[in-house]
């Protein structure tokens, strides 16, 4: 059963349009979320994060919604550029019973960025 | 600043066989974690290592199993290896294994067994 969910497994935007991408989670014990970026070749590579007491996290282009109630989390990039193009995975985590963070990872969704 | 590094890139065995794959820390982070990605799944957490001891695991058999040395590189080993088996795997260590434990990723070994 999959604790997180990446619906869309693709998405393809214009050069200097928003992509948004989107993350559902399962489990309520959840209380911190990442986005990673992965290029071919390369290991994922960490975006941006966001704590459950917040609902919102900027970074430059980039921002993080969450949506406690709905258990719903989004990506912003805007403007997008083709440098973006890239598979996206959100992670969430929740403290183990050893007392660290593991984090869960959803299937990931290839944002396309063309020219 | 050194990243994460993993040995080696590729590696082909065949059913039953062991093996192990080795990874090198970045500079200054404790805890090192192995995933396993399937083709079109994303990262699946194996085990974590937090200064030399294992403190989290997925829900992976005992076949695999790991160990993390003094200077923080670490080793994943597989026995008994099965057809499944074959994915990438992803070695990321970060400065903590608490809530704010954002992981630096090798760029993993692919492994198939054939």
């Known amino acids: 059963d999959q604790q997180v969910k990446q619906n869309s497994p693709s998405l393809s935007v214009q050069e200097g349009r928003i992509s948004i991408l989107n993350c559902d989670y399962t489990n309520s014990m959840f209380d911190y979320f990442l986005w990673y970026k992965k290029y071919p070749a390369e290991g994922p590579t960490f975006l941006i994060s966001i704590s459950s007491i917040k609902d919102k996290n900027e970074d430059g282009r980039f921002t993080v919604f969450l949506n406690k109630s709905a258990k719903h989390l989004s990506l912003h990039i805007v403007p997008s550029q083709p440098g973006d193009s890239a598979v996206y995975f959100c992670?969430?985590?929740?403290?183990?019973?050893?007392?660290?963070?593991?984090?869960?990872f959803g299937r990931g969704t290839s944002l396309i960025v063309h020219p | 600043e050194t990243g994460v590094t993993q040995s080696p890139t590729h590696l082909i065995k065949t059913r039953g066989q062991q093996v192990t794959l080795r990874c090198s820390s970045q500079?200054?982070?404790?805890?090192v974690s192995w995933y396993q990605q399937a083709l079109g799944q994303g990262p699946q957490f194996i085990f974590q290592y937090y200064r030399e001891e294992e403190n989290g695991r997925g829900n992976f058999p005992p076949r695999f199993s790991g160990l993390q040395f003094p200077n923080y590189s670490s080793e994943l080993n597989v026995n008994a290896l099965e057809l499944d088996d074959s994915a990438l795997y992803l070695c990321?260590?970060?400065?903590?294994?608490?809530?704010?434990?954002?992981?630096?990723f090798g760029p993993g070994t692919r492994l198939t067994v054939l």
């Open positions: 992670a969430a985590s929740a403290r183990a019973s050893g007392g660290s963070y593991i984090p869960t």
């Open positions: 500079s200054g982070h404790n805890t």
């Open positions: 990321a260590s970060s400065h903590t294994s608490g809530m704010y434990n954002e992981q630096f």
